[in-house]
């Protein structure tokens, strides 16, 4: 009887500095995301040559874009403000990754950065300090305590006829127009991608998440679903329906 082939997801890491010496660095909870809903996940760094990619993608039967304490540079989508918290490296292999994994038709789940990452990809420009532009605080806690760092600040509303509507419907969820999410960022959606199709938005009107019609999947979100995913209904039909079409 032969084993069950785990689709192979690849997440893109981050530049970081270690005690002086530069890494690349991933958070370990987007790799546990994926192991608990049947995923195998293997780390790409910005090292990566762009003649490289189609034999990268090549392996890949998925792609995750996790979140970070970096920004994507202005200069990606015209912005005229100044960026210190930049890599430049991964903002080149994420939107190459994307836009050849559209063309491919490959699985997209975008988390935070990757969520902002994804809509820069595709024409869309970002606010940097969503707090300052008339929108609410969608900063993260202080807190050391990740289980209050990670908790559910705010609902989200779905939008009408979207995947995030007849995911919940299918689920036969009691209240197919709200849940809540946590939030752990400044920047957002400017203009949204022309391409892509809005999910959900948060009380003020920002949007929280979108779909690319006509993909198998490619989804982005603003707030963090791989914080313990298991016990997160939500998070569950989010990483069960990526992984389930990185299968196929």
Partial sequence: MS?????????VSCKKELAGYQIQALNEFYLQAVKDFGGTPIILPSAIEADELDRVLAVCDGLLFPGSHS????????????????????????????RRAIDMN?????????FQEMNVALGGSLNPAVHESGFD?????????????YAAAHPVFVEKGGTFEQWLV?????????????????????????TLRVEAKAPDGLIEAFSLPGQKYFVGVQ??????????HFSQILFKEFIMSASQ
Avoid: M
């Fill in 106 to 114: 490959i699985p997209c789940l975008g988390i935070c950065r990757g």
């Fill in 3 to 11: 084993e069950i082939r785990k689709p192979i997801i690849g997440l």
């Fill in 223 to 232: 707030w963090h679903p791989e914080w313990a995913a298991k016990q997160n």
């Fill in 71 to 98: 920004n994507v540079a202005p200069h990606r989508y015209n912005g005229a403000h100044e960026e210190k918290k930049k890599d430049e490296g991964r903002d080149e292999l994420a939107i190459q990754l994307i």
């Fill in 170 to 194: 299918s689920a036969q969820w009691t209240d197919t127009e709200k849940f809540q999410v946590n939030t752990l960022h400044n920047q957002g959606v400017e203009t949204l991608g022309p």
């Fill in 137 to 149: 605080d969608h900063r993260e806690s202080e807190s050391k305590d990740f289980a209050e760092k």
